[in-house]
Every structure is written in C-alpha cells, then in structure tokens.
T-cell receptor, first 113, second 109 residues
Framework: KAGVTQTPRYLIKTRGQQVTLSCSPISGHRSVSWYQQTPGQGLQFLFEYFSETQRNKGNFPGRFSGRQFSNSRSEMNVSTLELGDSALYLC????????????FGDGTRLSIL | GEDVEQSLFLSVREGDSSVINCTYTDSSSTYLYWYKQEPGAGLQLLTYIFSNMDMKQDQRLTVLLNKKDKHLSLRIADTQTGDSAIYFCAESRNNDMRFGAGTRLTVKP
C-alpha cells in the first residue's frame, strides 16, 4: 500500500509570492491534516479536512488555506509569503474516525528568500 | 504551555536501553502515540497505546502508561545507532492530535 505522498519535496519562493502544496493520502483514508514544522516552534497544527470539509483548524492567519477533493487528495495554499513561512510542511492522513493514528508524508520543505 | 511535554535531549551508548518520557494533560485522551522522525523525513508511527492499557510491547519497544500521573514512556531495548532520531509523543481525543516538542535521541557507538 502506498504511503502518504507530498509534492513537491522542495520549493524555493520569494516574499509576496503564493504557493500550493499537494498531498495524496493513503488509499481509503478520508482525513488529511496539515502541520508546519520549524526548529523554533516545533510541530504546529494548521487544519484538518474530512470528506472535503474543514473539520478542525489551528491558529494560523487567513493566508494559510486548504481544500480537499472528492478523492481525498488535499492541497494547501499560502498567499503573500513571508520569511517566517520557511518550514517543513507535513501532511498526515488517517481513516478519520475513532481516533485512528495519523500517517505522515515526508513533507515539503519550503524556503522563502 | 505545551499540552504534551517531553525532555528535549537524551544520549545513550549503543547497546544500552533508552527511556523517553512524556507527560500529557488531557485525561480524556483516548490514544497515545510515539512517532520517530529521521533527518529529512516525516514522522513515522512507531507504536500507540489505548488509554485503558498499562503496557504494550512490540519487539524492542515497550510503552508504559501511567494514567493516574498522565505519564507515558517509550523504552527502546538494545539501542542501535539507527535509532538516533527525534521521538514525538502525541495524544488524541476526538480526532484532535497534540504533539510534544520531540526528544532528540543520540546513540553513541
């Protein structure tokens, strides 16, 4: 069974640009969660999607948004990029019910110049 | 403060046992997890324990749960250099997962 796939693996952008990251969950998983990981702040929850609806949301500004498609694939978008958005963005999928464990992709490393 | 707390660093010698500790605050948490992160990779699920269990063993890994003290530990027997990584403790309740800051385990030959 294929794991969680995130694309691209690496991305370099400049301030003010916008970026879209993609996540394909494990087959059969309906929940997709996004996290931002930085050395200073650790792992921070961005949002979770289940059946194309945002079910949970963390404490990030509106520049961070996401969506989920009918095949459970998810995208995350960050607009008006800032230097502080440089981070590893991790996606995790789960069945979505009954506190099933989350399975992570290898992440997209975003660098803002 | 953090909902889930872990010490930041642990250093052991190859062949010794490693014990990574974690405390959590939500007594309603139903599952508790241990993840491993190697450089350049995502988090790999190592093991998890349901909150009504005290212990779970899986090969070299032993998870102990003290629900009264809200304390979780991960013991790695016969620690190898390949075990060097960051280990994250996490709790979940109602599909909401919370992670600790991670413990960096260094294994010296």
């Amino acid at each position: 069974k294929a794991g969680v796939t995130q694309t691209p693996r690496y991305l370099i952008k400049t301030r003010g640009q916008q970026v879209t990251l993609s996540c394909s969950p494990i087959s059969g998983h309906r929940s997709v969660s996004w996290y931002q990981q930085t050395p200073g702040q650790g792992l921070q929850f961005l949002f979770e999607y289940f059946s194309e609806t945002q079910r949970n949301k963390g404490n990030f500004p509106g520049r961070f948004s996401g969506r989920q498609f009918s095949n459970s694939r998810s995208e995350m978008n960050v607009s008006t990029l800032e230097l502080g958005d440089s981070a590893l963005y991790l996606c995790a999928s789960s069945l979505g019910s009954g506190n099933q464990p989350q399975h992570f992709g290898d992440g997209t490393r975003l660098s803002i110049l | 403060g953090e909902d889930v707390e872990q010490s930041l660093f642990l250093s052991v010698r190859e062949g010794d046992s490693s014990v990574i500790n974690c405390t959590y605050t939500d007594s309603s948490s139903t599952y508790l997890y241990w993840y491993k992160q190697e450089p350049g990779a995502g988090l790999q699920l190592l093991t998890y324990i349901f909150s009504n269990m005290d212990m779970k063993q899986d090969q070299r890994l032993t998870v102990l749960l003290n629900k009264k003290d809200k304390h979780l530990s991960l013991r790695i027997a016969d620690t190898q250099t390949g075990d060097s990584a960051i280990y994250f403790c996490a709790e979940s309740r109602n599909n909401d997962m919370r992670f600790g800051a991670g413990t960096r385990l260094t294994v010296k030959p």
